[in-house]
């Protein structure tokens, strides 16, 4: 379960006023992009605007194209179609080499014969800076990457954890304008991954560069960006902040990609009144669609009662058909008249706050109308 994002205000990446409403000034714009490979559409016709100084997600299943736009960024993959600007710059001809921006890729390529310290190196010495000038980047790129000290250190005497960080000490010593990162914390185990996170987004803070990622993985792209664009079959199908994303899906696809989501069909009318097969149900007012529509619940948004509840409430009854415990959470599977399914999150904060029912049980699902999304596709 992808719990409910944090706010990405705050985290510092540039706005330009347009109008009433602030947007990341554009530092990369992708116009068109589209990318085939032989009789496969890898990325369709796609638009995007990076800002300056933005941690950037690039969301996605397997073989969405998130890979392969960020190839294109970093010159591995000729568009097919479309520009590609660096600061109004169009750079889809520059090689990769010259273009102000450094890929860390997924599985490191760290030189094995070379130490850390010629490692991180290794790119400024391919650009022939003096030697009091590249110490002095690498002894500071080590410092920010807290490997301080592990300078002659081999590689193959390395945990997982320091050969990820002297890949993005290499990245970053030679000062890109962007960094784009695949899958960058994939080798790592649970815990060293979540704590790699935070410490990404430390480094991105101070540093001020661009950063963007390509993940798989909902929580973490929720967690580390500002922005994130979820991509199907080469397309985006939504691009917004963390907590945009979680609490206003654009769609049931979006919805049920993002987290955990119950999805309810009915007919909406004029009122706030969602016609469904368990009877009417309330929604936020401010509805303007009419006729056939979905109305998306996240588990931790419901309650759960062993009485039908009081109150201006949408309640639902049904038998509790799977019980799984989170630590944190219990998460209740119901199953519903129709023999839908409905999951319900609850917090395990102490000895009161556990529902004492069993599989089998008769219960109560219930809800502030406020608590649901109306989604129109």
């Known amino acids: 379960m992808v719990a409910p994002p944090p706010t990405a205000a705050g985290r510092g990446w540039l706005t330009t006023k347009v109008g009433e409403m602030d947007k990341p000034a554009a530092l990369l714009r992708i116009e068109n992009v589209s990318k085939q490979f032989g009789p496969l559409t890898a990325v369709d016709s796609l638009s995007l605007e990076i800002g300056h100084g933005e941690f950037f997600a690039l969301l996605g299943p397997s073989g969405c194209g998130k890979t ?21 710059e169009d750079i889809v001809a520059v090689p990769p080499h010259r273009r102000p921006i450094n890929m860390m890729f997924q599985n490191y390529a760290l030189f094995p014969h070379l ?9 400024l010495r391919q650009e022939r800076l003096s030697r ?34 002297v890949a993005l ?48 993985d909902q929580e973490e792209a929720m967690i580390v960006a500002d922005r994130i664009a979820v991509m199907d079959r080469g397309r985006l199908r939504q691009v917004a902040p963390p907590n945009d994303i979680y609490e206003r899906p654009n769609s049931r696809w979006v919805a049920e990609f993002i987290g955990e ?17 368990f009877g009417p149900l309330r929604v ?5 669609a009419r006729g056939k529509v979905w109305l998306a ?40 008249a129709d023999q839908s399914l409905i999951k319900v999150a609850l917090s395990n904060s102490g000895p009161s706050s556990r529902l004492e029912v069993s599989i089998g049980a008769t219960i109560w699902v219930s809800w502030p109308k406020e608590n649901g999304v109306v989604l129109t596709q």
């Open 261 to 277: 989501v119950s999805l309810i069909e009915g007919a909406l009318r004029a009122g706030g009144i969602l016609d469904s097969v």
């Open 115 to 123: 130490t850390v310290e010629g490692n991180v190196a290794f790119g």
């Open 132 to 165: 009091a000038e590249i110490a002095t980047r690498v002894e500071e790129m080590l410092a920010l990457v807290r490997l301080k000290g592990f300078n002659r250190r081999r590689i193959d005497h390395l945990s997982g954890g320091q050969r990820q960080r």
């Open 284 to 288: 936020p007012p401010n509805q303007t």
């Open 169 to 216: 000490a290499r990245s970053l010593v030679k000062r890109p304008r962007v960094l784009l990162l695949d899958e960058p914390l994939a080798a790592l185990d649970k815990k060293l991954r979540a704590e790699t996170q935070f410490e990404l987004m430390e480094l991105q803070r101070k540093l001020g560069t661009t950063f963007v990622i390509v993940t798989h």
């Open 68 to 88: 392969t736009l960020l190839r294109m960024l970093a010159g591995f993959e000729t568009p097919s179609s479309g520009r590609i600007l660096l600061d109004g």
């Open 297 to 336: 619940l996240r588990p931790e948004k419901l309650r759960l009662s062993t009485t039908r509840p009081e109150g201006d409430l949408n309640a639902l009854s049904g038998t509790v058909s799977e019980i799984g415990y989170r630590g944190g959470v219990s998460i209740y599977k119901v199953r519903l």
